[in-house]
């Protein structure tokens, strides 16, 4: 191979390396029923395929103690020590809205992960699975209702 071919074979794979390592802003809007209760503590999180935990994007609650109410999201995410790292907010009142932005990799992206909620109020029935949605981009923007305490789940693709 000439050397001008080489450098311009190197400089296509050095530029075409940043598309695969690419990550998206998704944004998730979460409406809550006026389900008649205390401030909801919800986990967010997402699994793969196969319905192993992969990542936690936000835990709305300040009190671990109340985090085993989460029992999906607490149990599958036991083992990982920095679940909760800069993912942490107040709980979410009844009628209110919480909105959460995260980074997540394209390779994510219509690859059988599920976005996930669990919720439970203070006094009120725990939901582990609240909500379950394919992370694909045919879902984006389309409104996912939730059981017991979540109005809708609405998440947008940047």
């Known amino acids: 191979m000439s050397k001008p071919l080489v450098t311009t074979i190197a400089a296509a794979c050095v530029l075409a390396l940043p598309a695969l390592a690419h990550s998206r802003q ?3 809007t979460t409406q809550l029923k006026n389900y008649g209760g205390d401030g909801a503590y919800l986990a967010v999180y997402l699994t793969d395929a196969k319905g192993a935990y992969a990542r936690t994007l936000w835990v709305a609650g300040g009190k671990a103690k109340y985090y085993k109410h989460l029992a999906d999201w607490s149990r599958l995410s036991a083992g990982d020590a920095k679940r909760l790292n800069g ?3 107040a709980s979410v009142g009844a009628g209110r809205t919480l909105k959460v932005t995260a980074d997540l990799a394209d390779a994510l992206i219509d690859a059988g992960y599920e976005i996930r909620i669990d919720a439970a109020a203070e006094d009120m029935r ?4 609240e909500v379950r949605v394919p992370l694909t981009t045919q879902n984006a923007g389309k409104p996912q209702a939730g059981k017991q ?10």
């Open 26 to 28: 998704v944004t998730l």
């Open 87 to 89: 993912v942490t907010g």
């Open 126 to 129: 725990d939901s582990p699975g």
């Open 149 to 158: 305490y979540i109005q809708s789940l609405t998440y947008q693709l940047q």
